[in-house]
T-cell receptor, first 113, second 114 residues
């Protein structure tokens, strides 16, 4: 069964610092991978997705993620954090022939002034 | 405006009292899904539907029912709610397969079962 592990339930960075949110997946087949963001009291919205094209994927708001098959990872980065990036981030993965999408447990990003 | 709507947004009920949370999308999406979000557990899929009259269980279907009689609507039914179903619920839809297409989420329904 597909599983997604997000390392660190809470990440705190200073404004202007690098953001790195980690995601590892397990899949016996090439996966589709997603990062979603949830701002306070809102639903989730897509940041970016990997669908077996370029391994470096660029998303909205300056975020990007790199698919590394050898490491089964899909870490999310942003060079310079902004206060408005404070939110919860979810990595999700799918694979195989079923219609199920599996989410990680989420990482809460705090940005300090 | 393209959107997924859920009603109600907040609901407090008592154990055993049947309730329905509605979900509707106006994007002509084929795939719809229900998730519950609990602290420390992330999002877990309850049920999903690939098209009208086609539904299947997700990871945590116990205690829930769904139906998909129309393409735009995908209600979640709790026939006998229990306190362990207190949670934040999200409905989502995508064009076709939920595993490859972007999912669009509703605003959430916060349910408390006393």
């Amino acid at each position: 069964a597909q599983s997604v592990t997000q390392l660190g339930s809470h990440v705190s960075v200073s404004e202007g610092a690098l953001v790195l949110l980690r995601c590892n997946y397990s899949s016996s087949v090439p996966p589709y991978l997603f990062w979603y963001v949830q701002y306070p009291n809102q639903g989730l919205q897509l940041l970016l997705k990997y669908t077996s094209a370029a391994t470096l994927v660029k998303g909205i708001n300056g975020f990007e993620a790199e698919f590394k098959k050898s490491e089964t990872s899909f870490h999310l980065t942003k060079p310079s954090a902004h206060m408005s990036d404070a939110a919860e981030y979810f990595c999700a993965a799918s694979g195989g022939s079923n219609y199920k999408l599996t989410f990680g447990k989420g990482t809460l990003l705090t940005v300090n002034p | 405006e393209a959107q997924v709507t859920q009603n109600p947004r907040y609901l407090i009920t008592v154990t055993g009292k049947k309730l329905t949370v509605t979900c509707s999308q106006n994007m002509n999406h084929e795939y719809m899904s229900w998730y519950r979000q609990d602290p420390g557990l992330g999002l877990r899929q309850i049920y999903y539907s690939m098209n009208v009259e086609v539904t299947d269980k997700g990871d945590v279907p116990e205690g829930y029912k769904v139906s998909r009689k129309e393409k735009r609507n995908f209600p979640l039914i709790l026939e006998s709610p229990s306190p362990n179903q207190t949670s934040l619920y999200f409905c989502a839809s995508s064009l076709q397969r939920g595993t490859t297409d972007t999912q669009y989420f509703g605003p959430g329904t916060r349910l408390t079962v006393l």
